[in-house]
Structures are given as structure tokens and as C-alpha cells.
Nanobody
Framework: QVQLVESGGGLVQPGGSLRLSCAASGFAFFRNVMYWYRQVRGKERELVALISNAGGGYKEYAAFVEGRFTISRDNAKNSVYLQMNSLKPEDTAVYYC?????????WGQGTQVTVSS
């Protein structure tokens, strides 16, 4: 059974940092491209970042990231991370981990990130 479990969200002041984690199980993690998405209430879910499978040598970020976030993976721990620095109020959203296994999309339950003073 494929499971994705996010953690690390919370309340942070503007300019602060958070590190999100996604623990994966139920599939061959090292073979999968992994994604981070986010969703603001009332808006569509949007892609934040992706990391290639295996060594994770290819990464891609949404334009709004502007060099502030870093996606990484640890295949030994079946985990993917999103280091978020210089957070802005507009980064407030629920952040989701996502992957596709044999053509089926899987999502975690999400973790709330709130950037506010």
C-alpha cells in the first residue's frame, strides 16, 4: 500500500524557514520522481518542485520559488524534503507530497504552512 506522510509544517514569521519532510512507503522509492505541491484554500493546487528518481540529479522549481526553496531526497530513508527559506505570507498553504506508481497518482494528507507575523 502506497503511503505518503508529510510533516514539518507550522507557523513561522516572514523571512523564516521550515523544512518539510515526506516519508514514503509501499513502492520502490528510488525509482520514482517525487513532487511537492501546495494549495491555498479556494485555489487550485500548484506545483512547487520536483526531483528526479535515483540520485535526484535533476530538480525543477516553480517560478515563484525564486531560489528560496530546495528539494532533496534520501533514498535510504525513503524520504523527500523541501527546505523553505525566506518565507513570505503568500507561501501560506497546505503542502503536499505526490508521486505516481504504475499510473496511479498518490498524495499525502498535506501539512499546513502559515507565514504570518
Amino acid at each position: 500500500q502506497v503511503q505518503l506522510v508529510e510533516s514539518g509544517g507550522g507557523l513561522v514569521q516572514p523571512g523564516g524557514s521550515l523544512r518539510l519532510s515526506c516519508a514514503a512507503s509501499g513502492f520502490a522509492f528510488f525509482r520514482n520522481v517525487m513532487y511537492w505541491y501546495r494549495q491555498v484554500r479556494g485555489k487550485e493546487r500548484e506545483l512547487v518542485a520536483l526531483i528526479s528518481n535515483a540520485g535526484g540529479g535533476y530538480k525543477e522549481y516553480a517560478a515563484f520559488v525564486e531560489g528560496r526553496f530546495t528539494i532533496s531526497r534520501d533514498n535510504a530513508k525513503n524520504s523527500v524534503y523541501l527546505q523553505m527559506n525566506s518565507l513570505k505570507p503568500e507561501d501560506t498553504a497546505v503542502y503536499y507530497c505526490q508521486t505516481t506508481v504504475f499510473g496511479t497518482e498518490y498524495w499525502g494528507q498535506g501539512t499546513q504552512v502559515t507565514v504570518s507575523s
